[in-house]
């Protein structure tokens, strides 16, 4: 789940979309399934971690289990721009054309390779 930084949140058409999903909480269907978020924002200080952390809510609230970066992933202690242990991040500057640096794309795909192993181990 992805969304850019609003204010220490995610977009409100985020939000829009998850205050849509009652049926499927109320199902139960996404229950066990895994998760992970990622954000970008305009500015270094922007929220990324509020942002992050607003949207792991409503995923626990359908009972989805919710994949981090472990800070067994090198990039993470090293990285100036976008990334914490809730999920990978992106400095996208004021005028948002900042581009993704390597040590971003390498927390991006890890997060990405995390999840798609966390999603195979379950369907075993």
Known sequence: LGSPTRFGNMAA???YFLDGT????????LTGKPACVFTST?????????TLLSMMLPLLHHGM????????????????????PYGPSHYAHVDNHG??????????????????????????
Not at 22 to 29: I, P, T
Not at 42 to 50: A, R, V
Not at 103 to 120: D, I, N, W
């Open 65 to 84: 289990l919710i994949v981090g970066l472990p800070y067994a992933e090198s990039g993470l202690m090293t990285t100036t721009a976008g990334g914490t």
């Open 99 to 124: 581009p993704i640096t390597e040590q971003e794309a390498s927390l991006a795909t890890a997060m990405g390779r995390r999840l798609a192993e966390t999603a195979l181990k379950l369907a075993r």
């Open 22 to 29: 009652v049926a499927q909480w109320l199902s139960g269907a």
């Open 42 to 50: 305009g500015s270094l200080h922007g929220g990324q971690e509020t």
């Open 13 to 15: 058409p985020m939000k």
